[in-house]
């Protein structure tokens, strides 16, 4: 029966790669471990040697734990499953979604989204600074079918530089707004709310 000495000591353990991902051996590390792995019968230095007995040996552990894990049934506990289906139906409230008409079904667009665009739009003009929009959907009854929600009414807060004319402004954001909800978002605008909130002094 051979005896495989001790390590001397400072001497690398069995099985540890060295710098450049060689065992002691001189073998690749990488080599030993991917033909273990793969079930391939050892040659007759890997029978011998401590260090490549050690890799082979941790390759097939490993691969016997990945498939042992892999067979077991995934049972998530029933909090995760709250949870997402909690997360499921907070991203499909229909409050934070506008219904946008379409030949091939009713569109929805993020509520969040929509008012970003607008007041995009806004921030363009000279003189104004958009603050927050808020858009609510309501029945459009020109469509000729009440009970779909396709107009939208906007009610929007801006900052005004100091000195503009407040009600040529606020009558061309109304028009900039009516116009980006039917050019960009595809929804009709009823109605446009414009409370200027504050005032800013030049730009500079």
């Known amino acids: 029966m051979a005896v495989n000495p001790s390590p001397e000591p400072g001497a690398p353990e069995p099985g540890a790669p060295e710098p450049g991902g060689r065992l002691a051996c001189g073998r690749d590390a990488a080599l030993v471990w991917d033909r273990a792995a793969a079930g391939e019968t050892p040659d007759a230095h890997e029978r011998d040697c401590p260090h490549c007995t050690a890799t082979a040996a941790d390759a097939r552990g490993l691969d016997a734990l990945v498939h042992r894990m892999a067979a077991e049934p995934l049972e998530p506990p029933q909090s995760v499953l709250d949870r997402v289906m909690v997360a499921v139906r907070t991203e499909l409230r229909p409050h934070d979604v506008i219904v946008l008409p379409s030949p091939h079904g009713p569109a929805r667009l993020s509520r969040a989204a929509a008012a970003a665009v607008l007041r995009h739009t806004v921030d363009g003009m000279g003189g104004l600074r958009a603050r927050s929009c808020r858009i609510d959907q ?26 503009v004319d407040l009600a040529s402004v606020t009558a061309r954001v109304r028009q900039m707004v009516a116009a ?10 009823r109605r446009v709310d414009i409370e200027v909130v504050d005032l800013f002094g030049e730009d500079r």
């Open 138 to 163: 309501v029945a459009d009854t020109l469509a000729g079918d009440p009970g779909q929600l396709h107009a939208v009414d906007v009610a929007i807060t801006v900052t005004a530089r100091f000195g």
């Open 180 to 189: 980006a909800g039917e050019q960009a978002l595809g929804v009709p605008v």
